[in-house]
T-cell receptor, first 114, second 116 residues
Framework: KAGVTQTPRYLIKTRGQQVTLSCSPI?????VSWYQQTPGQGLQFLFE???????NKGNFPGRFSGRQFSNSRSEMNVSTLELGDSALYLC?????????????FGNGTRLTVT | AQKITQTQPGMFVQEKEAVTLDCTYD???????LFWYKQPSSGEMIFLIY??????QNATEGRYSLNFQKARKSANLVISASQLGDSAMYFC?????????????FGKGMKLTVNP
């Protein structure tokens, strides 16, 4: 079974631009969660989608948004990028959702904002 | 206040020795779950082990076991017979929330280095 696939692996953007990250979950998994990982703040929850609906959301500004498609693939969008958005963005899928079943993470997308 | 505390920033252990990674948590919910994840330098987070708050026995998965002490609110990970490939960051996480709004809260992590 293929694991969680995130594309691209690396991104370099400049302040003010926007970016879209993609995540393909494990086949059969209906939940996709997104996390931001930085050295200072650690892993912080962004949001979770389950069957195309946002089920839960962390404390991030509205510049961070996401969506999930009918095939469970998910995208995360960050608009008006700031230097502080530089981070490793991890996507995770699970069968029943966070907490109800283990999260399976992808390799992440490393975003650098200059 | 931190909900998951991992106080050891880094640990070193000799290959084939056992090592305990500490994790304490804070919650007032009677129902919660505790997870341990491993993150090698490649970046991928790998699920290791899960302990539910109502589980009577400590969880075990191969070389991993969880020393769950509910009254002390600790959930330490024990790795037996360390291998070089165990060198990685380790994160303790707790499920909070209920009714479809659960999310995981992660600790800051700790770095384990296994020496040959």
């Amino acid at each position: 079974k293929a694991g969680v696939t995130q594309t691209p692996r690396y991104l370099i953007k400049t302040r003010g631009q926007q970016v879209t990250l993609s995540c393909s979950p494990i086949s059969g998994h209906r939940s996709v969660s997104w996390y931001q990982q930085t050295p200072g703040q650690g892993l912080q929850f962004l949001f979770e989608y389950f069957s195309e609906t946002q089920r839960n959301k962390g404390n991030f500004p509205g510049r961070f948004s996401g969506r999930q498609f009918s095939n469970s693939r998910s995208e995360m969008n960050v608009s008006t990028l700031e230097l502080g958005d530089s981070a490793l963005y991890l996507c995770a899928s699970s069968l029943k959702g966070q907490g109800a079943s283990p999260l399976h993470f992808g390799n992440g997308t490393r975003l650098t904002v200059t | 206040a931190q909900k998951i505390t991992q106080t050891q920033p880094g640990m070193f252990v000799q290959e084939k020795e056992a090592v305990t990674l500490d994790c304490t948590y804070d919650t007032s919910d009677p129902s919660y779950g505790l997870f341990w994840y491993k993150q090698p330098s490649s970046g991928e987070m790998i699920f290791l082990i899960y302990q539910g708050s109502y589980d009577q026995q400590n969880a075990t998965e191969g070389r991993y076991s969880l020393n769950f002490q509910k009254a002390r609110k600790s959930a330490n990970l024990v790795i037996s017979a360390s291998q070089l490939g165990d060198s990685a960051m380790y994160f303790c996480a707790m499920r909070e929330g209920q009714g479809g709004s659960e999310k995981l809260v992660f600790g800051k992590g700790m770095k384990l280095t296994v020496n040959p």
